[in-house]
T-cell receptor
């Protein structure tokens, strides 16, 4: 069965600094990969997704992620964060053609002034 | 834009009460989901439905049931609420491999 690991439960970073949030998934022939953001007391909002094609995926709010099949990773990056990026970020994986989405335990990004 | 709405943002119920959480999506999606979100545990799938009247258990179905009588509506039922069901409940629907979430219902069982 698929699994997703987000090793960092919390990541503090200063405003305008770069950030990388890590996500690893268990091996599979093919996968769909997602990053979601959750602001306080809200549902999850899709940041970006990888279904096929280019391994570098650009999303909303200046975020991007790179699919690395050999390392089974899908790390999320932003070159310069803002205070408003403070939120919880979830990585998710699904097997194409299935209904099941597996979510990681989340990473709390705290952007400091 | 896809819209997934949940009937309540906050709900407080007593132990033993029957609780209904309602979810509606407006994009004719076939797949709908109920997740439970708890700190440090991420999102865990309770039930999902792939068509009207069709449902499958997720990872933590115990203590819950669901109903899908119409395509746009997916209800989660707690037959007899218990304190360990205090949590954030997220409804979602799926289109072309992407999940869209509602705003969540924060349920407290006292």
């Amino acid at each position: 069965a698929q699994s997703v690991t987000q090793l960092d439960s919390q990541v503090p970073v200063f405003e305008e600094a770069p950030v990388e949030l890590r996500c690893n998934y268990s091996s599979s022939v093919s996968v769909y990969l997602f990053w979601y953001v959750q602001y306080p007391n809200q549902g999850l909002q899709l940041l970006l997704k990888y279904l096929s094609g280019s391994t570098l995926v650009k999303g909303i709010n200046g975020f991007e992620a790179e699919f690395n099949k050999s390392q089974t990773s899908f790390h999320l990056r932003k070159p310069s964060v803002h205070i408003s990026d403070t939120a919880e970020y979830f990585c998710a994986v699904s097997d194409p053609g299935t209904y099941k989405y597996i979510f990681g335990t989340g990473t709390r990004l705290k952007v400091l002034a | 834009d896809v819209k997934v709405t949940q009937s309540s943002r906050y709900l407080v119920k007593r132990t033993g009460e029957k609780v209904f959480l309602e979810c509606v999506q407006d994009m004719d999606h076939e797949n709908m989901f109920w997740y439970r979100q708890d700190p440090g545990l991420g999102l865990r799938l309770i039930y999902f439905s792939y068509d009207v009247k069709m449902k499958e258990k997720g990872d933590i179905p115990e203590g819950y049931s669901v109903s899908r009588e119409k395509k746009e509506r997916f209800s989660l039922i707690l037959e007899s609420a218990s304190t360990n069901q205090t949590s954030m409940y997220l409804c979602a629907s799926d289109l072309s491999g992407t999940v869209f979430f509602g705003p969540g219902t924060r349920l407290t069982v006292t």
